[in-house]
């Protein structure tokens, strides 16, 4: 980590760019209109005290902290919200519903720290993930994600009187989009760790 983390400050914004394009480039026509628009403000924000700080700190553990807390954030949202979607779904039947609603603070706070983390690791490197459609595929999966158990929430746990009720269809298809959702988001995430279009697709698919 320490070699690695030593190794990027002897780069510029510019290097790491061209570096980037030369090993894939996989944005064509309207991806490189996209490309030309966006650079002045990526390379703006890339450039930023916050952006150079977190990118050549000394610190070898501010780097792996963010991540770790990224990780952190990701596996209280999407655990909680994947188990009361797999009990609605009928796994584990004879648990009540009602104190699941526990839950929900939890969850709500991995998601913050989730959020919080996440942006800055996009500030990191902003010319690298916002320039990728994967990128953007993980982001509107989340967005889903947090929409249908923001729904959930309201429609079953707010009220104690409904949280036991037999579960309905229109819940059960919420929790199948939801377990959908966190799948399309973690391997969009996955992807992004690699800007080779060939690696991308050995990784998703095997």
């Not at 690695?4 to 914004?13: E, N």
């Not at 792996?64 to 009361?84: E, R």
């Not at 459609?133 to 158990?149: E, G, H, Q, S, W």
């Not at 298809?173 to 050995?202: C, E, K, M, N």
Request: aromatic share 14%.
């Amino acid at each position: 980590i320490q070699t690695y983390l030593t190794s990027k400050t002897r780069f510029s914004t510019a290097d790491r760019r061209n570096c980037r394009e030369s090993v894939g480039n996989r944005g064509i026509g309207l991806a490189s209109v996209a490309h030309t628009a966006m650079t002045p403000f990526l390379e703006w924000l890339e450039n930023t005290a916050l952006s150079t700080t977190l990118r050549d700190s000394p610190n070898i553990f501010l780097y792996p902290t963010i991540l770790a807390f990224h990780t952190l954030g990701l596996a209280f949202f999407v655990g909680i919200s994947s188990a009361i979607a797999l009990r609605l779904l009928g796994v584990a039947p004879t648990l009540p519903f009602a104190p699941f609603k526990k839950l929900y603070p939890i969850m709500w706070t991995g998601f913050f720290f989730n959020a919080v983390s996440g942006t800055l690791l996009l500030i990191i490197e902003p010319t690298r993930f916002l320039l990728m459609f994967d990128f953007y595929v993980k982001l509107a999966a989340i967005t889903a994600a947090v929409y249908f158990n923001r729904r959930l929430y309201v429609h079953r746990f707010r009220n104690e009187a409904t949280a036991d009720v037999p579960v309905t269809g229109g819940e059960k298809a919420i929790a199948v989009a939801i377990l959908f959702l966190w799948g399309v988001s973690i391997t969009a995430g996955r992807l992004t760790a690699y800007d080779d279009g060939f690696v991308q697709r050995q990784t998703a698919f095997g």
